[in-house]
Structures are given as C-alpha cells and as structure tokens.
C-alpha cells in the first residue's frame, strides 16, 4: 500500500501519479516578467483560464505551487459529474427561477469542453462514458426523479432512470434499489487530463512555472504584480484558480471556502473479467447519501473507491481502514482483496456549496469552491473567466452575482459547526428518512 504525503514538489503517491503519461519537471519563476494574464495554480481551473486565453491569442503564464495537477485536480475520483454540488431544483429554490434558467444552460457545458480538449489535443485520459447515480432508499429514488425531471426542462435529454434490475446492468451488487444514468457523464484519468490541457496551452505559446508559490499579488499602477521567492509575473489581469490549496495569498477570499479532504483506494489488478462482472456498463458511480461513496473501474481493471471527508482538510490515520468496508459491503466478493494505493486530497467547500467566482477590483478575478464537483465546473469556469476577461462578463456574472457568505465560526470554529451539521445529514441517510 502507499499513502499520501502533502506539501511536497513531488506528487502524491496515488494511482494516477504511478499511471500518468508524464511527469516532467517545468522550470521555477526566477526572473521578472509582464504578460496579458497571469494565472495562479495549475490545476483544471487555471489550465482551463490559460488555455481558453491562449486560444484567443492572449500571452498568458501560470505560476503553480507544487506540480501541474498536483491538487485536487490530480487526485479526484475522475468522474465527469454534470451541474454542480447543489442541484438546479435547490438552485431555482434559493435564488429564483431566472438565477436556475441561466445557470442551467451552462450545466452541460464543463463536459462538453472536457470532450472538446480531448478530441481536438489528442489527450490520452482513458476517457468513457457514462455516470450512475445509485439510489438506496425510496426517498433518494423520489429525489432522483424529481433530478431527472428538472434536468430535461433545462435540455438534458439523455438520462435514464434504472429500477432494481436496470440498475444491476451498471453494478453488480444489492445495495440499490435504482438510479439514474446519465449518458453525458463519464470517467478518466484526471492528472493526465491535466497534463494533456497544460501541453496543449504550452503549444500555443503559454509558459507554466512549477515550484513557484505565490507570496503576496499587489496593484502596479493599474496593473497587478503577482510575486514569488524568485521571481515576478507583472500582468493586465490575474486569475486567481488555488482553490483548497490557496492558504492566505489572497486574504478577502480565504474566508469564503474552507478545505476538505476525501479518500480513495485502488485495488491490485482484478483482470478484464472480473471488472466486467461487477461493473457491466463500465460506468462510473456515486451514491446519493449526504457522505457519498464514488467509484469505478480503470483502464487497467482495478476498482478505484473513493468516499468520506474531513473537514478542514485533515488526513485520517489509516485511508484503507476508512475506506474497505465500504468496498466490501458494495462488493463482497472483495473481501480481503490487496489494496495498492491509497491517498486524500482536499477540495474547497463553500457556504452554499455553490462555486464562487468574483472580482477583486478590475483586474484580479477568481474561482474556487466547487464543493466536491469541480471536474466539469472548473472547465466551465475557465471559459467563463476568458468570457469576462474579453469584456463579456455576462455569463459569469451570473454566478458572481449570487450572494456568498463566511463559514460561520471563522477559522477557529468552522470545523467543528461543520461537522455537527454533517451528522444530522448522515443520521437522515442511515434511517431513510
């Protein structure tokens, strides 16, 4: 088994980092230089920013802490999830009819760019089809199809809902008693996601500096000046993208996102068949309860088994230990079965769990919190960023707009007001109710 170790210019020691097609390392900023944009962080939201720019020929550098995809954007479950972690239903409750019209003509859109930059890069992410949501009680199957319904007023018009049987030709096991499919779901391999969109960007031009923490961002007349230990990225306009892993470089949006970690294992090789048997549909999978379980297959047939958080971002002491009897119950003919890899990552949970994006005066932008469903939204909000950048913001607006608040308790007291509230959600999961 190998577990996580953080804060390290190396990447965690999970399966995507031992299966990734490269991992060659970029040069440190060590000089002073003036572009268009900088972009801060070099995961899915910042390579997504920089390389929507490039495409419309703006120069454009990215300063990463650590490595590209090095954050939660190189050690999430893979899964192509539409909308975002609060659904349009709730969306339209909160904020009105208008607010979940426009919000949901975009909930489509990461995936559809997801798509794009693989056929048009030539991206080898091991990308498939199709997602399951995986109901366990009457009350998440109702809440599904109420999903499903909302979902095909706003367009999406290729979902399935799956009773007892149907759901079986996805996952074989007895946990659920149905689903919903979603053919416009999907999976792949997320860190070599990220090194295909960084080598895309880096073919047009743009410049990725690894090992660069960014120290302080400061107004230059009426540019901005974003500053590391070694170096200076002088720039017209700054996107903000460190999301969980940002710390304090930006104070008036710290408070905004609080980090979580989740937890994933992958099993030894199962072989071809096996996969098959208990995976037919070859989808990927996460349950409906508030402390989901997400998992699917990989291109090599193991079963990679994600679930669990912890707020504030801690990493629990034995990954394996948290994770297996969850394996095991969904599968049990498991049991025992030799678990390779293990790891956490943190993604950035906000108040609403709605992603946050927003100005900070004219020229710094930013986006983060996407609350545990970043793989398609970063993507989105990448073009949404170049959008406003060239002067139409209106799109993006419409999530700046939307109020965010503190998480209540500030830094000292969050935690623990979040995880008494978390236990009223999983005491509801476990008696159906």
Not at 220 to 228: I, P
Not at 236 to 246: F, R
Not at 295 to 311: C, I, N, Q, W
Not at 315 to 323: G, Q
Request: aromatic share 8%; net charge neutral; hydrophobic share 35%.
């Amino acid at each position: 088994m190998q577990q996580s170790s953080l804060l390290t210019s190396n990447h965690t020691e999970s399966y995507y980092a031992a299966t990734a097609n490269t991992t060659a390392l970029r040069n440190r900023l060590e000089s002073d230089i003036e572009v268009d944009v900088c972009v801060v962080g070099a995961g899915f939201s910042g390579l997504s920013s920089a390389l929507h720019l490039a495409e419309l020929g703006y120069k454009v550098v990215v300063v990463e802490s650590s490595r590209v995809g090095w954050g939660a954007s190189g050690r999430n479950g893979g899964q192509i999830v539409n909308g975002f972690s609060r659904d349009l239903i709730e969306i339209e409750g909160r904020y009105g009819a208008d607010a979940a019209k426009a919000i949901g003509e975009m909930a489509l859109t990461g995936g559809d760019i997801i798509r794009q930059r693989i056929e048009k890069y030539n991206i080898k992410c091991d990308l498939k089809s199709g997602n399951v949501f995986a109901a366990f009680t009457p009350k998440q199957m109702k809440g599904l199809e109420a999903m499903c319904g909302n979902w095909q007023k706003h367009g999406h018009d290729q979902l399935e809902m799956l009773g007892v049987d149907q759901i079986r030709e996805h996952i074989n096991t007895d946990r659920y008693i149905g689903g919903l499919l979603d053919r416009k779901g999907g999976h792949l391999h997320p860190l070599n996601l990220c090194q295909g969109e960084a080598a895309a960007f880096e073919s047009l031009g743009g410049i990725i500096f690894e090992q660069s923490s960014v120290t302080g961002i400061q107004p230059l007349n009426d540019r901005q000046m974003v500053k590391t230990a070694q170096g200076s990225v002088t720039a017209n306009k700054v996107v903000v993208c460190g999301n969980a892993y940002l710390g304090n470089v930006v104070p008036e949006i710290a408070n905004k996102i609080m980090p979580v970690s989740t937890q994933i294992i992958t099993t030894e090789v199962l072989g071809k068949s096996l996969c098959q048997r208990l995976m037919p549909g070859q989808t990927c999978v996460e349950d409906t309860n508030y402390m989901l379980d997400y998992y699917r297959m990989t291109a090599d047939h193991r079963l990679l088994f994600g679930g669990g958080s912890t707020y504030g971002g801690a990493e629990p002491s034995s990954i394996v230990n948290k994770l297996r009897p969850h394996l095991e119950k969904t599968f049990p003919e498991l049991k025992g079965i030799g678990i390779d890899f293990a790891w956490s990552g943190n993604f950035a949970l906000t108040m609403t769990r709605i992603p946050h994006f927003g100005q900070i005066g004219e020229n710094v932008f930013f986006i983060h919190g996407y609350s545990g469903h970043g793989v398609t939204a970063t993507h989105l909000a990448g073009k949404l960023i170049a959008q406003a950048i060239e002067g139409q913001p209106e799109q993006f607006n419409h999530f700046s707009d939307l109020p965010y608040y503190p998480l209540p308790g500030g830094r000292l007291f969050r935690v623990p007001l979040s995880v008494i509230g978390s236990w009223w959600y999983i005491a509801r999961d476990k008696l159906g109710v």
